[in-house]
């Protein structure tokens, strides 16, 4: 017997959900007892739910799908990775809805604190080998993923102790493969759903979670971070027992400090609570915009002040990722609102967003909608402006018209709100905008350099020359198809001698233009290198190709004011 492709592929899918049988249990009772049957009834699952049924007497009646709080006490009850997609659905404001975005923040990861009879198995080896004496047997922490207990070294210096939970991994896979394939099932028989890519989502989530049960990723991270800040005095992060850790142990030096929501505490202490939410603000931004590399997760236990003051940063198992691409568009969006250029905030918003629609967005519409927006949010003072709000009425309109923005910018947003927030409780006329002020500065400043646009134009050339020197080989096989005869066409176009006159002209000036671009290049570079033969302490063939630059660039002028080019 032959099996279609579809059918083989449908085989496959219910034979990973029977492997897990035991558990695709669990989650069908859980979803039917909060009222969800009905849904997985028109995902297509009716086999599978009469198999769970017979196997549990779970009666099984299509229902209309539960309100948000349902959902997510549903995900409490299911457990760690349904509590975690939760919050990784929380951050996405650009795709979910707000109600459900309400409901899914408030998911916590309530679970009890290890044993320490388990904690002193986890660490044996540590003890056993003689590098730490003692662990204090009352956790500092215990979340979902670790717990974190104190600890002594063999040479009486305090650390911190973090231990992964045990068989996190295989429940892990287990959950998320059938989390997998829930979001196959929804793509294909929930239309309303399909344009959310929940696959796609689902594939990110795990990559971020398996990330975060790596302790020696969270370990890289952290010594990133480290060398980012070996030479900042106002910026502390705990130092790695690098010999002692592992996939599944962190040890590192105890750092101790106020939180930076502890207001009563930090006044007492004498610091200035407005210095400090600028301060604290300004950490983060920094990592945001200069590095590109931030800490994605800043609540108020990740960030103690020391005496300084001095921001200490703990837990690096959840980051953010910005290239410099990414990072120039932000800027370009930035300038862009703050100039109320709807245009310009429409083109930033183009190219970093994925378009989901089948069709472009109406570009035209979409600018209607970003003026309306410029004009409602920065129509009043910059204290009065709610960037949160703001945030969350560009995600709408990106929404609207089927932008889907990279997961890192929505970490971005998530983290400027939790900033923002931070702010506000320690210092009520904190604003975000006016701690942003000297890194946009700073970056505007650069944009308008001179060696910036001859980075960009060495680039751009550089990009040429690749596309260039590959095209031949992309064209051979159409070239071999063509010869070959195994692609044949036969049809005229009339009336194109004049637009093949105009792609000429285009392209002769487009040559002039890269000359030219190259000339006033090397005609820099020689004159910074003063290179012989000099007259009056100038490079002659820099003033030269200066000369020659300077007369095709009028010319060029010239010839586009002549017919009208601008």
């Known amino acids: 017997m032959t099996l279609k492709p579809e059918n083989a592929q449908g085989l496959a899918r219910l034979g990973r959900l029977y492997r897990h049988l035991g558990r695709a249990r669990e989650v069908t009772a859980v979803l039917a007892k909060f009222g969800f049957d009905g849904l997985l009834v028109r995902m297509g699952l009716t ?78 080896s540590l003890i056993e080998s003689g590098e730490v004496l003692k662990i204090a047997p009352e956790p500092l922490a215990s979340a979902s993923v670790g717990q974190v207990h104190e600890a002594v070294l063999a040479d009486g210096r305090k650390v911190v102790i973090k231990v992964r939970r045990p068989g996190l991994k295989k429940q892990v896979t287990t959950d998320l493969e059938i989390l997998c394939e829930l979001a196959e099932l929804v793509e294909k028989h929930l239309p309303a759903l399909a344009s959310l890519r929940p696959r796609a989502m689902v594939d990110e989530f795990s990559r971020s979670l398996f990330a975060e049960l790596d302790f020696s990723r969270e370990a890289a991270n952290q010594e990133r971070f480290g060398r980012l800040y070996a030479a900042n005095s106002k910026v502390r992060v705990p130092r790695l027992h690098r010999s002692l850790c592992s996939e599944d142990i962190l040890v590192m030096e105890k750092l101790e400090g106020l939180r930076l929501n502890d207001a009563e505490g930090l006044k007492a202490a004498g610091y200035d609570l407005g210095e400090l939410a600028v301060f604290g603000a300004e950490v983060i931004l920094e990592q945001i915009m200069i590095f590109g590399y931030f800490h994605a997760d800043p609540h108020p236990g990740n960030l103690f002040i020391q005496p ?7 837990d690096f198992g959840l980051v953010g990722r910005l290239n410099r691409s990414t990072r120039e568009i932000l800027l370009d969006l930035t300038l862009a609102v703050a100039r109320q250029n709807a245009r310009g905030v429409a083109s930033a918003l183009l190219k970093l967003a994925q378009v989901g629609a089948e069709m472009p967005p109406d570009r035209e519409r979409l600018e209607m909608e970003l003026e309306l927006f410029l004009e409602a949010h920065l129509s009043r003072s910059l204290k009065e402006l709610d960037i949160s709000r703001a945030l969350k009425d560009m995600l709408n309109i990106a929404v609207n018209h089927q932008l889907s923005l990279p997961p890192d910018l929505m970490l971005l ?116 290198a003063k290179a012989p033969p000099l007259w009056h302490e100038m490079p002659v063939l820099g003033i030269f190709g200066f000369s020659v630059a300077a007369l095709v660039g009028f010319w060029l002028l010239y010839d586009f004011l002549k017919n009208h080019r601008f």
């Open 308 to 314: 300084g003051p001095r921001v200490a940063l703990l």
């Open 413 to 528: 947003v998530k983290v400027l709100i939790q900033i923002e927030g931070l702010g506000v409780k320690l210092a009520p006329d904190f604003n975000i905008l006016q701690a942003a002020r000297p890194f946009l500065k700073e970056q505007y400043r650069r944009r308008v350099s001179p060696g910036y646009w001859a980075r960009r134009l060495k680039n751009a050339l550089t990009d040429a020359a690749d596309f260039l020197t590959l095209l031949p080989g992309d064209l051979k096989p159409l070239y071999q198809m063509l010869r070959s005869g195994r692609l044949k066409s036969d049809f005229n176009l009339e009336g194109l001698e004049d637009l093949r006159h105009t792609l000429d002209r285009a392209s002769y000036r487009l040559s002039f233009a890269i000359v030219l671009a190259s000339l006033v290049i090397a005609s820099a570079v020689m004159v910074h």
């Open 47 to 124: 086999d599978l739910l009469d198999h769970v049924r017979n196997l549990v007497g779970l009666n099984i009646r299509p229902e209309p799908a539960g309100r948000p709080e349902k959902m997510r006490l549903a995900m409490e009850e299911l457990g760690l990775v349904f509590i975690k997609w939760g919050q990784y659905l929380s951050t996405r404001d650009d795709l979910i809805p707000e109600a459900y975005l309400k409901e899914f923040a408030r998911l916590q990861n309530t679970v009890q604190p290890l044993p320490f009879g388990e904690v002193e198995r986890l660490t044996r």
